[in-house]
């Protein structure tokens, strides 16, 4: 979504009797943005926008509190203020001052607009079709979330509904999305609106956005899946996990169901497994590197596998990759310099596919004895394990 503000900074651009500014700026309404004293005119209230991410990024909105009223929160202030005391000067000043991240004070004029009504006549899901609605803010899946955060924070019930179907419906269905942006998958976004979600604690909307990313991960190639992984917030990544190997288990039954030769099924799950491979790592003496191992992507164009888990308090994602040609590593990623080494291998003994195991393996920086035993396995057989 563009940062460029120029479209709205000349206050007089927000003059709704002004019919040709008004067909330029299809978001202007009567309320009005700037500090000049003509911005203040006829209004009775004041917004001061302040962002999160940059005190020196202010934005002031004129308005009134007859359009303000459509939303719970101004209207709980303006008519029971004794509900809320903590909010009495604000009563006092009329000037409310609110703290937003940047992506929410692009979207503040969207707010407005409803609050005076400017969208009564058009459904929220046909208004994001709107060639105007794109330019300004994008494709739904990058300004949904925010658009619902702030709803909530406001108090606009019907906004709040209509955005809460929108995002449950794009994430069963992502073919509703409109106008996505070229280069992006399904995944991409899904992974960037779990990242959204958690960002403004909306976790209704998590719960139904890391079922989209599951759904998806279990249904993709390797590339798909490792851009999910790397995206999405860490403490998703293990449930996400699990969800996707449901739906793949159930895929896989449905799929050996309809063969009946024992040949060609032999081919089918060979084929179907190739690319879910997992690793156990077990005995090692730092007790938070064992455990089962899913495959992520590529590291250094080999397959890279992961856990999530806690190390010194925090949670930390665990990686099972290729360092070199010549050495498999079990590392917290992080920058080069700050990587947390904890095992490694002296060297490579298969150059497949696959990471293959190797029986010699050394205690790295932050690794303690005894070192780790890894082993291939196999996700669709509970306890079927294979060496390396």
């Known amino acids: ?8 900074e000349d206050s007089d651009d927000h003059d ?11 978001y202007s309404t009567i309320w009005r943005r700037g500090n000049d004293k003509e911005d203040r005119l006829f209004c009775d209230w004041t917004i001061i926008l302040t962002s999160s991410e940059s005190e020196e990024k202010m934005e002031t909105y004129h308005v009134h509190e007859g359009h303000l009223i459509n939303s719970k929160y101004f209207e709980t202030l303006l008519t029971m203020p004794l509900i809320m005391p903590d909010r009495l000067r604000e009563l006092e000043e009329k000037t409310s001052r609110i703290f937003v991240c940047d992506r929410k004070m692009e979207l503040f004029p969207f707010i407005l607009d409803y609050l005076y009504g400017v969208f009564n006549d058009v459904e929220l899901a046909e208004l994001s079709k709107r060639d105007d609605i794109i330019e300004r803010f994008g494709h ?9 955060s702030l709803a909530r924070y406001f108090g606009i019930e019907k906004l709040i509904a209509d955005t809460e179907m929108l995002i449950t419906t794009l994430a069963g269905n992502a073919r509703t999305f409109q106008n996505m942006p070229a280069g992006q998958g399904k995944g991409e976004i899904y992974s960037y609106m779990l990242s959204e979600a958690t960002a403004y604690s909306e976790d209704g909307m998590a719960k139904v956005l890391i079922q989209a990313c599951a759904r998806k991960h279990a249904s993709s190639n390797t590339y798909v899946r490792s851009m999910i992984m790397k995206s ?15 739906y793949l288990q159930k895929k896989y039954d449905k799929i050996i169901s309809t063969v009946n030769d024992d040949k ?15 690793m156990r790592v077990a005995g090692a003496g730092v007790e938070a590197v064992n455990g089962i191992y899913n495959y992520t992507g590529y590291f250094n164009d080999r397959p890279m596998f992961s856990k999530c888990g806690t190390w010194n308090g925090r949670n930390e994602m665990f990686s099972l990759y290729y360092w ?37 393996w050394f205690v790295g920086t ?9 082993r291939k396995y196999d996700i669709f057989s509970e306890g079927n394990e ?3």
């Not at 999405?232 to 449901?246: G, R, Y």
């Not at 947390?340 to 291998?345: G, H, K, Q």
Request: glycine share 4%; net charge negative.
């Open 1 to 8: 979504m563009s940062n460029d503000d120029d479209n709205m």
């Open 16 to 26: 709704i009797e002004d019919s040709d500014d008004h067909d330029r700026y299809p």
């Open 140 to 148: 739904q899946g990058e300004y949904y979330l925010a658009l619902l």
């Open 232 to 246: 999405i917030p860490l403490n998703t990544k293990v449930k996400i996990q699990e969800l996707s190997f449901d």
């Open 264 to 278: 060609n099924s032999d081919e089918l799950v060979k084929e179907y497994k190739r690319t879910w491979g997992c």
């Open 324 to 360: 070199s040609d010549k050495h498999i590593c079990i590392s917290i990623l992080k920058d080069i310099e700050d990587d947390v080494d904890f095992y490694a291998t002296e060297e490579e003994t298969n150059k497949g596919e696959d990471i293959t195991v190797n029986t010699v």
């Open 366 to 374: 932050f690794g303690i004895e005894p070192a780790p035993t890894v």
């Open 386 to 388: 294979s060496s390396g």
